[in-house]
């Protein structure tokens, strides 16, 4: 193994900047060399809070400039992600964790594939869900048979699809064998539009959609109340043998094999659930060893893009009314705002 220690720059010290730094704490080969945010407060707070001894920056161009990183991890809002990225890549950083999503456009997401392709840059976005242990156990069920042949999926996730839908879809594409989908139709209400992260997008979504190895998947996005009340985020996987409920942090809320009446799964401790405590830490250790190696991280960039196809295929059936095929040639915009434009 390894005893390479990877110096750190971390930009953004808000909400998923703390997580990660917490994080980082937990992870021995990374040191945090430099913290930087607009808010040059918070990166002090930060600094004192975890006991980092970094250099605080205002600026991030002065730290790329400054310092000599290994990593850099992006929290920013979404329409910062890409650009930041950019800005890094050209400064000669080689290793990038960033938040997700990717980008607000189809383009964005393209662009950012195009980068880390072509400039041999190890870049991986915080699908952090992919660790939840519940998210695991219930990957590890599936593949044992437990559930018998998987033949459908249901989605639920909370508006909207794009920003918390990518986790979802990574979520169903961790429990499908990572198959690809091979075409959507789904429609979404604008009408009521909401924006996350500076990201505008429809309040409501319902889809269809199919996966290479034959699974049916069917998707709902939006604050509503499913039939038992307990599925708003996560995901239904139902096979010939039986089903599981699974939340999208891997709290497993009912799992059921129709032969086996006493069939339970075994309880995981409550805090699984909770991003902090293991999910970031471990995706961040997983960062590492892909750094080391050369097996790409359980959240490589390649899975980030896959679950933004689907959701980029899914605006463009809202536009053409129609079912669209994957792969999504095309359609570079992000037509989900035009649609909202629209209908103001
Ligand atoms: N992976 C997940 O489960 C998850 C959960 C929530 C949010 N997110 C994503 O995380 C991202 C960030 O969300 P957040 O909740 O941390 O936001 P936040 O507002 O709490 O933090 C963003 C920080 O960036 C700083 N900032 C803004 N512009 C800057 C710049 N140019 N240079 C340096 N610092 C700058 C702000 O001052 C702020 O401290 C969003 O894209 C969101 O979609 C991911």
């Known amino acids: 193994m390894s005893d390479t220690v990877y110096k750190v720059g971390l930009i953004g010290c808000g909400g998923r900047g703390n997580l990660h730094a917490g994080a980082i704490t937990k992870v021995p080969r990374l040191k945090v060399e430099a913290l930087c945010d607009i808010i040059p407060r918070k990166a002090m707070?930060?600094?004192?809070?975890?006991g980092f001894d970094a250099t605080i920056y205002e600026d991030y161009h002065k730290m790329l400039a400054e310092k000599e990183l290994d990593l850099v991890i992006v929290c920013l809002w979404t329409p910062l992600h890409l650009p930041v990225i950019k800005d890094c890549v050209n400064a000669g950083i080689r290793y990038l964790h960033s938040e997700k999503p990717v980008a607000p456009t189809w383009n964005g997401y393209l662009e950012s594939a195009y980068i880390a392709n072509?400039?041999?840059?190890k870049l991986t976005y915080a699908h952090q869900r992919r660790y939840a242990k519940g998210n695991l156990l219930t990957r590890k069920l599936i593949k044992?048979?437990?559930?018998?042949?998987?033949?459908?999926m249901e989605l639920f996730s909370p508006p909207h699809l794009l920003d918390c839908g990518t986790h979802t879809f990574d979520q169903a594409f961790s429990f499908n064998d990572e198959s690809p989908v091979t075409w959507v139709l789904g429609n979404g209400d604008v009408t009521n539009s909401i924006s996350y992260f500076e990201v505008p997008a429809e309040s409501f979504f319902v889809g269809h959609f199919e996966y290479k190895n034959g699974v049916k998947g069917s998707i709902k996005v939006g604050r509503m109340k499913t039939d038992g009340g307990d599925l708003e985020s996560g995901v239904r996987v139902i096979g010939d043998k039986g089903f599981i409920d699974v939340l999208w942090d891997g709290i497993i809320t009912r799992a059921v094999v129709y032969d086996d009446p006493s069939f339970q799964v075994e309880e995981l401790p409550a805090y699984v659930g909770d991003a902090g405590a293991t999910q970031i830490p471990d995706m961040l250790q997983g960062v590492v060893d892909s750094l080391d190696g050369d097996l790409p991280a359980e959240v490589d960039y390649r899975r980030a893009i896959r679950a933004g196809e689907v959701i980029f295929a899914f605006y463009e059936s809202m536009r053409q009314h129609k079912r669209i095929y994957l792969p999504l040639i095309g359609q570079g915009d992000c037509p989900i705002a035009d649609m909202i434009a629209q209908s103001k």
Request: glycine share 16%; aromatic share 16%; no cysteine.
């Open 45 to 50: 707070w930060m600094n004192e809070r975890y």
């Open 118 to 121: 072509s400039k041999g840059v």
């Open 144 to 152: 044992d048979g437990v559930f018998g042949k998987i033949q459908r």
